[in-house]
């Protein structure tokens, strides 16, 4: 199986527009020590030339530019994309938005639980997603999944879908429902993504590890985790924002309760953190946060990162 990390920061991207904070001034300067970063989305394919997007970022227009075995080659018809399909996490705008960008009568199968197809279905500018070209498949929680190219044959891949520990999207909190803002279950999803003799799992957004999910992946061969935040209180910290990562439903990667602590418990091949704020310090290739995630055994993902399984 083939992996390609398009976008590796978290929303907004790194830099993000309005942010002045080192970090991202860091990333405005060009230098190496600071890669900029599209927002979260990876691809995934079998042979390379029939592809599969876990999550649609609004940059995905870049990330197709950046990542050519993503668009039509010269052999291909006149109208041809090697996007056969498109799998969506959440509805967060980060990773939704760029379905916008593969307008229009374009086939491909667009899966997601059937609560993130409602929020598109009823959202009209997802319109330009002709429903005469574009399959809107409902996915179910613990139930396998097989992707099928545009020709509805099965791609060889098979995605087992289960709910994480997160929240709604941002953009549909509904605070008169409570500390949860509405959130059921099928907001938040990771994938546990198969081939015949592989497998790896997404997580792009968790807000915290309980005990059943250090045990599903233990002794995983790659895992690709959220990795918003380096600390809960960053953003507040640094004057740049009011809430924790606890309120935005993401688990931070530092101290007792975080992402590397808590996964140090269990053995995991590959560990690669995505979805990275602009905040976080990890970011930097030469900061001291980046040297303790990689000596805890993390990589932190970058746009083109390739990954071959
Ligand atoms: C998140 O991951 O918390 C959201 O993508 C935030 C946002 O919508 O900017
Ligand atoms: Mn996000």
């Known amino acids: 199986m083939f992996i390609k990390v398009l976008g590796a920061a978290a929303g907004g991207g790194y830099p993000q527009w309005n942010c002045n904070h080192p970090n991202s001034r ?33 940059d995905l227009r870049q990330q197709l530019w950046d990542n050519p075995e993503l668009m039509p080659s010269p052999e291909d018809p006149l109208r041809y994309s ?19 960008n ?32 574009v399959k809107r498949m409902p996915i179910e929680l613990d139930n396998v999944f097989n992707l099928h190219d545009t020709e509805d044959t099965f791609s060889g891949i098979s995605i087992k879908p289960f709910a994480v520990p997160g929240k709604v999207a941002l953009w549909l909190e ?9 959130s059921v279950e099928e907001d938040t999803i990771a994938l546990e993504i198969n081939s015949a003799t592989k497998k790896f799992f997404y997580i792009p957004a968790c807000a915290s590890i309980p005990d059943w999910l ?7 061969e790659l895992v690709f985790f959220d990795g918003t935040l380096w600390q809960d209180d960053e953003m507040i910290k640094q004057n740049v924002g009011i809430k924790t990562g606890k309120r935005m439903g993401h688990i931070s990667m530092s101290g007792e309760e975080g992402s590397i602590n808590i996964l140090n418990k269990i053995n995991i091949k590959r ?8 905040t976080n310090p990890s970011l930097l290739e030469d900061s001291k946060e980046r040297e303790i995630a990689n000596k805890n055994g993390w990589e932190i993902s970058y746009d083109t990162m390739e990954i071959s399984l």
């Open 102 to 133: 593969l307008r229009e009568s374009q086939k491909f199968n667009l899966y997601a639980t059937k609560r993130v197809l409602d929020v598109i279905g009823k959202n009209s500018i997802f319109n330009v997603l002709n429903p005469k070209f």
């Open 214 to 220: 250090l045990t599903k992946l233990d002794n995983s």
């Open 174 to 182: 509904d605070e008169s429902k409570g500390k949860n803002f509405g």
């Open 82 to 100: 090697p996007i056969m399909g498109v799998i969506l996490t959440n509805a967060d705008v980060d990773h939704t938005a760029g379905l916008i």
């Open 271 to 278: 560990r690669i953190f995505i979805h990275i704020n602009t």
């Open 26 to 58: 860091l990333a405005r300067s060009k230098t190496s020590k600071a890669l900029p970063r599209t927002q979260s989305s990876i691809a995934i394919s079998l042979d390379k030339y029939k592809w599969y997007i876990l999550n649609a970022s609004p």
